[in-house]
């Protein structure tokens, strides 16, 4: 397509009744602007919503668009690729394999789930950006290579077992949290930035707990929520490193630590968090109250107060 507009209620590229490649890999490719293929229902690449199919190419160029109300399925051994300006809308993108490749260009999602084998690539120039509205489910197996901008508007689950690289920026503004087996520390080559709105939720276990490390800048904003991994309640001397960057700005609003009950006689020690990300816990030194005279003793001692009273008086 170059030039013009296509509107359908739903799309399939590469289904098949039978999984063969017979008719060959399908490519549509969106090129200039202003074309644009307007879908009200779902998109499938590489096959139907709900099967794989022949492997298939969907590419947007020189400023074309797709608009796709429904879901977005990308099968493995399929692609969605983004050129020079081009912008890609959906309600929903779900990657069951395969790539997607946005290349000085734009897309904005509701709903983002990387599940195993998929590949995400955010890459060009500076605005460049991946918007993701809604809620993102990024699992095991699953890569991402971000090196602009990915904004996450929704709560972000980022699973300690897929990969995270590029130097670009994943900004947080609905929350984040660690997924995987157990707490786990993400390392991620690029920065990071919290906004006020966002909750980081990091599980705190034995020995074990979740952070995010990343390579360049930590801007720190929003709270942070403390939870306990398998009923942990802490002993003195813990250090969870829940953060890790050469270079941290900013600092959380507060503290959430409904979530975590610390044994008795501990207490938080957060004096490292904003310029280190540490977190710790210590014995507990505040003094004893002092407990209120008794009934008793207020007594003796107005009695003792007549006494000194009256033996004046007798001498």
């Known amino acids: 397509m170059n030039g013009g507009t296509v509107q359908s209620?739903?799309?399939?590229m590469g289904a098949t009744n039978d999984g063969s490649d017979a008719w060959g890999r399908n490519q549509v490719h969106i090129d200039g602007n202003p074309s644009k293929w307007t879908i009200s229902g779902g998109l499938a690449v590489g096959g139907s919503q709900t099967a794989p199919g022949v492997g298939s190419d969907l590419v947007l160029s020189s400023g074309g668009s797709a608009v796709v109300g429904g879901t977005l399925k990308v099968w493995n051994n399929s692609t969605v690729q983004l050129f020079a300006g081009s912008h890609l809308?959906?309600?929903?993108l779900v990657m069951d394999?395969?790539?997607?490749?946005?290349?000085?260009?734009?897309?904005t999602v509701g709903i983002l789930s990387l599940m195993p084998a998929s590949k995400l690539v955010v890459n060009g120039s500076p605005s460049t950006q991946l918007v993701v509205n809604g809620p993102a489910d990024i699992q095991a197996g699953a890569h991402v290579e971000n090196?602009?901008?990915?904004v996450f508007n929704?709560?972000?689950?980022?699973?300690?077992?897929?990969?995270?690289?590029?130097?670009?920026?994943k900004v947080y503004t609905g929350g984040l949290a660690i997924t995987g087996p157990q707490p786990t520390v993400?390392?991620?080559s690029g920065w990071a930035s919290f906004a006020p709105t966002n909750i980081f939720e990091v599980e705190l276990g034995n020995g074990v707990w979740d952070g995010l490390a990343v390579a360049g800048p930590f801007f720190l904003n929003g709270t942070l929520k403390l939870l306990s991994w398998q009923g942990y309640q802490g002993k003195a001397g813990d250090a969870f490193t829940?953060?890790?960057?050469?270079?941290?700005?900013?600092?959380?609003?507060?503290?959430d630590t409904s979530g975590f009950t610390l044994a008795a006689g501990l207490a938080w020690d957060f004096s490292l968090l904003n310029s280190n990300g540490?977190?710790?816990?210590?014995?507990?030194?505040?003094?004893?109250?002092?407990?209120?005279?008794?009934?008793?003793?207020?007594?003796l001692g107005g009695l003792l107060g007549v006494c000194a009273v009256k033996r004046r008086s007798a001498t």
């Open 242 to 255: 829940v953060m890790a960057s050469n270079y941290f700005a900013g600092s959380f609003n507060g503290v």
């Open 186 to 188: 993400v390392s991620d």
């Open 9 to 12: 209620a739903s799309g399939q």
């Open 89 to 92: 809308d959906a309600s929903s």
């Open 147 to 150: 090196n602009q901008f990915i």
């Open 278 to 299: 540490v977190i710790g816990i210590v014995a507990d030194l505040a003094p004893p109250a002092v407990p209120e005279p008794s009934a008793a003793w207020l007594m």
């Open 97 to 107: 394999g395969g790539l997607v490749k946005v290349q000085d260009s734009t897309a």
């Open 154 to 169: 929704g709560k972000a689950q980022i699973s300690s077992g897929a990969t995270y690289a590029g130097y670009g920026a």
